[in-house]
């Protein structure tokens, strides 16, 4: 039986730390970091994450807000809001919370931000860096997997790592960074042929592709490491009681809300694994960590301050 590898001990030393050194430059030059979240219309989830974002943020001391606009923005004129912030001087971090509606494409208006500015580390100008192994701001969710290998002392060198999912957010940039800690990465999609031998060759196994439980106990070698990216709704009382068994905190979630949040890896995994991430508790808190560190690293290399 695995460990479970809980993600709040470390995303609440990563966030004390930043919210020591905002403390520190605000006292040493009365200026903090300014972060602003657009969302685009009225998608639930996205208001939520954005939400969560801002709270954070502002419990460390940033300067943060939420600049929302109608569904039926055109391209033209979000990019016109975002070059305003780009020239703003007290914004360092501007993220655009994805998905966007239809009309707009995700790609086209990222690469309106100033890749200074790129708290998500998803301008092409950063993930170049990234693919470089040169310096940038770098994508949270993937920053937050190495963070938590590295502070469970999880080596990464010559280890054989297996990547379920290639986005632009997750998978890819996530290979990047592994490729570049010296770990030998295989990519798997959804047209990967035998995905459960596949998966079964890793040392570390990480999966992003929301589908919930999807990777089974059996996609697992004995002794790996799993990390558990995806965050789904379950709502299908049955099956969430086939896979947690009597859970009071699950059945809650059911009663009161109609779902449970769920990862992409079958819970029971964690028997076969070494160590497992747990959904809720695990990679989700860390990603929200790395946006703050990330949007104080802005901070202090466009302001050019020194520690
Ligand atoms: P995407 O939908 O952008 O990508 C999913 C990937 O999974 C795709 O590459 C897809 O392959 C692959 N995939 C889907 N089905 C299969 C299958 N049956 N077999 C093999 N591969 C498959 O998702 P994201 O990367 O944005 O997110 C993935 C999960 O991670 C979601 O649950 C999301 O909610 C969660 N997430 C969690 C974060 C956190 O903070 N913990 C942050 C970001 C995301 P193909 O390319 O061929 O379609």
């Not at 970091?33 to 969302?39: E, F, T, V, Y």
């Not at 990547?163 to 940039?173: A, T």
């Not at 809650?252 to 694994?273: I, N, Q």
Request: with cysteine.
């Amino acid at each position: 039986m695995g460990v479970w590898l809980e993600g709040r001990a470390l995303a609440e030393k990563i966030k004390q730390e930043v919210k020591e050194e905002v403390e520190h430059f605000r006292e040493k030059t009365n200026q903090v970091p300014g972060l602003i979240g657009i969302l685009v219309g009225e998608n639930k989830s996205s208001q939520i994450y954005l939400r969560s974002k801002e709270k954070a943020s502002q419990g460390l001391g940033i300067a943060s807000q939420i600049l929302t606009l109608p569904a039926n923005t055109e391209a033209r004129a979000l990019k016109a809001r975002i070059a305003e912030l780009n020239q703003q001087e007290d914004v360092d971090g501007i993220l655009v919370q994805l998905p966007l509606p239809g009309h707009l494409k995700a790609h086209d208006i990222i690469c309106a931000i100033s890749p200074e500015k790129d708290v998500d580390g998803f301008h092409p100008f950063n993930l170049g860096s990234l693919l470089a192994n040169e310096e940038g701001l770098k994508p949270c969710t993937p920053m937050g997997i190495i963070e938590l290998l590295r502070y469970n002392r999880v080596p990464l060198e010559g280890k054989e790592v297996v990547v379920i999912g290639r986005s632009l957010i997750v998978g890819k940039p996530l290979a990047a960074m592994m490729t570049n800690e010296n770990a030998t990465v295989t990519i798997c999609h959804s047209r990967t042929k035998d995905l459960a031998a596949v998966a079964a060759r890793a040392d570390i196994l990480v999966a992003a592709m929301g589908k919930p439980a999807f990777v089974k106990p059996e996609f697992v070698k004995e002794s790996a490491v799993v990390i558990d990216v995806g965050i789904n709704q379950l709502a299908d009382a049955a099956r969430v009681r086939d896979l947690f068994g009597e859970d009071e905190k699950r059945e809650k979630d059911l009663a009161e809300k109609g779902y449970t949040v769920v990862g992409d890896v079958d819970p029971r995994a964690v028997e076969r694994a070494a160590a497992m991430t747990p959904v809720p508790g695990g990679v989700g808190l860390l990603t929200v960590a790395m946006l703050m560190k990330n949007t104080l690293e802005a901070f202090k290399r466009r302001r050019r301050f020194e520690p």
